[in-house]
């Protein structure tokens, strides 16, 4: 089983509140990457990191920002948190030239 | 515009019998293609994968048959189980591409006791 780690798992917030979703690993891959999913659809990238500060942008647009100062933590940040963000957030990671991609069990966002 | 197209959208099928999820892509330039299987509240896992100079890869009870030629790509569950029920995405990479991956839709399955 992969050792990559997301919190919090669930979160419930309100309209214009800033957050800061957490993804860690501890098998020193470079590679990170954010998926937006909602539920049992298809995952979107909106944030990828090919390693210490760096970071992209993905395929779909999203409002959020990354940033990658240690290469175990990749975490992903909302200033100002809308209903339209409400969605499951995945984050992975993979080595090298390696393709596989591991995945944390996502954080559930709910913006009321 | 979605560069891996996957069906069926949603499989019933009973234990024992066989679960078949095709996928077709545009790009000749992907070279990797995985399988990942998402049970709810989890993410996705890596289940099998496969690279254009095979046809077939087996592991277990899940098949990739792989058609170059004309660009699509199945998976196959034999003799399906309960467990067995879970989402089941297609991908698709290109070498150099910093390992992004290309998913398909998606398809639910559900194996009826």
């Known amino acids: 089983e992969a050792d990559i780690y997301q919190t919090p798992r669930y979160l419930v917030i309100g309209t214009g509140k800033k957050i800061t979703l957490e993804c860690s690993q501890t098998?020193?891959?470079?590679?990170m990457y954010w998926y937006q999913q909602d539920p049992g659809m298809e995952l979107h990238l909106i944030h990828y990191?090919?390693?210490?500060?760096?970071?992209e942008k993905g395929d779909l647009s999203s409002e959020s920002t990354v940033s990658r100062i240690r290469t175990e933590h990749f975490p992903l940040t909302l200033e100002s948190a809308r209903p339209s963000h409400t969605s499951q957030y995945l984050c992975?990671?993979?080595?090298?030239?390696?393709?596989?991609?591991?995945f944390g069990p996502g954080t559930r966002l709910t913006v009321t | 515009q979605q560069q891996v197209k996957q069906s069926p959208q949603s499989l019933i099928v009973q234990k024992g019998g066989i679960s078949i999820i095709n996928c077709a892509y545009e790009?000749?330039?992907?070279?990797?293609f995985p399988w990942y299987q998402q049970f709810p509240g989890k993410g996705p896992a890596l289940l099998i994968a496969?690279?254009?100079?095979?046809s077939e890869k087996k592991e277990g009870r899940f098949t990739i048959s792989f058609n170059k030629s004309a660009k699509q790509f199945s998976l196959h569950i034999m003799d399906s189980q309960p467990g067995d029920s879970a989402t089941y995405f297609c991908?698709?990479?290109?070498?150099?591409?910093?390992?992004?991956?290309?998913f398909g839709a998606g398809t639910q399955v559900v194996v009826t006791p």
């Open positions: 496969i690279r254009p100079d095979v």
């Open positions: 992975a990671s993979t080595r090298g030239p390696g393709r596989e991609q591991y």
């Open positions: 990191s090919y390693g210490v500060n760096s970071t």
């Open positions: 991908a698709a990479s290109i070498a150099d591409s910093w390992g992004k991956l290309q």
């Open positions: 790009n000749t330039a992907f070279d990797y």
């Open positions: 098998m020193g891959h470079d590679k």
